[in-house]
């Protein structure tokens, strides 16, 4: 696709010089057995840090012992609360997509992902060993950053400010998804991933 200039939309376009294009390596469903560790940052649990002409441990200062024996003990049902909590969001989204949409295909296309926002909502909740995340590029603002703790108003607020949705005022923002395509009519959003304990 060409860029968009002012209010004239993106084109396609044969040359790549002209283009704009977004690719990204996915990890398919099927890959099995990709094993990874969670470590504790050590800085959080043994790093001193200078407080005036002190040197002072930042587990004191942060009252890190009793939060990281929580944080840890906890860390699994903190991800599965946040997952639920984006799923939740995504799944209404592709809803008010479906509903709006003007032609069958857009149709198709959100209802299918919001069927799998469900699907997943289902999952989290009946697999209760497993972690559910959501990682790397392309899976979308919310998992990236804070801004469910923020709420609305001030997560509009720093939109405006750096102007990330171009003016656009669209909310809730961002009013965009990237979608991997798996051929045909099968679209599936980016970075969802299911950790099992070993």
Not at 81 to 103: C, H, M
Request: aromatic share 10%; charged share 30%; proline share 3%.
């Amino acid at each position: 696709q060409s860029p968009r200039s002012k209010n004239q939309p993106s084109q396609y376009t044969d040359d790549h010089q002209q283009a704009v294009a977004n690719f990204c390596e996915c990890v398919d469903e099927r890959v099995q057995g990709v094993r990874i560790s969670v470590v504790e940052d050590a800085f959080l649990s043994d790093g001193e840090i200078g407080k005036g002409d002190a040197i002072v441990r930042v587990a004191e200062e942060l009252r890190w012992e009793q939060l990281r024996r929580q944080a840890f003990a906890q860390w699994r049902q903190a991800c599965n609360e946040l997952a639920k909590t984006v799923a939740a969001a995504e799944r209404d989204w592709w809803g008010q997509v479906k509903g709006n949409a003007r032609n069958a295909f857009a149709q198709l296309v959100a209802a299918r992902l919001e069927r799998f926002y469900d699907d997943l909502l289902r999952r989290v909740e009946a697999e209760k060993d497993a972690v559910f995340l959501n990682l790397g590029w392309g899976g979308g603002w919310r998992t990236k950053t804070v801004t469910e703790t923020f709420g609305d108003e001030l997560v509009q607020q720093v939109v405006n400010r750096y102007n990330l949705d171009r003016g656009a005022r669209s909310r809730p923002f961002p009013k965009t998804r990237k979608l991997a395509w798996r051929g045909g009519n099968e679209f599936v959003p980016l970075g969802w991933v299911k950790l099992m304990p070993q």
